[in-house]
């Protein structure tokens, strides 16, 4: 039985100088489903009005990717933003299948991030039906005869 779902929450936080640290974690999924693809997507990242002029705001993402099998932590800057040069970034990073932590490591703020989250649920029945569509498209090639490629022309003889 094939019931798919794609659910979409959208997530922001605000960094800033007193709350630095922000993390997005994947929600809890009922038990009778299973997650087919998972990313959080970030959409824009704006400085606030009330930023300190001449001030650089860096914000870092620090993410957990598999390295050959060792789970890895990577931190990586993904905004640079100063009032009077660049207010608004629109990035479109995502970050696949894990929880994300964004980190004001430079600056006093506000930052607004602003994304979404993006699921694709499935119930676990969907791998049989996945193999059986897949046999049943094996044996209907086999059934098939091939035509010759004629490139547009006709085989006849004239």
Do not use: C
């Not at 640290?21 to 489903?33: C, K, M, S, T």
């Not at 894990?98 to 979404?116: A, E």
Request: hydrophobic residues 30%; proline residues 6%; aromatic residues 6%.
């Amino acid at each position: 039985m094939l019931n798919l779902e794609s659910t979409m929450l959208t997530a922001g936080v605000t960094l800033s100088e007193k709350e630095p640290l922000a993390q997005f974690d994947v929600p809890e999924i009922p038990e009778e489903y299973v997650v087919h693809s998972h990313k959080l997507i970030i959409k824009q990242i704006s400085l606030g009005p009330e930023a300190k002029t001449g001030e650089y705001n860096v914000v870092q993402a620090e993410t957990n990717v598999n390295d050959e099998g060792a789970k890895k932590t990577v931190k990586i800057p993904i905004a640079v933003l100063k009032v009077g040069e660049t207010r608004t970034l629109h990035p479109n990073v995502e970050f696949p299948n894990g929880s994300v932590t964004f980190k004001l490591v430079q600056g006093t703020g506000p930052v607004h991030v602003y994304g979404k989250a993006e699921m694709n649920l499935g119930e676990y029945d969907d791998v049989h039906m996945y193999e059986e569509y897949s046999d049943e498209e094996d044996e209907s090639e086999l059934d098939d005869e091939a035509s010759p490629q004629t490139n547009g022309k006709s085989n006849k003889k004239k």
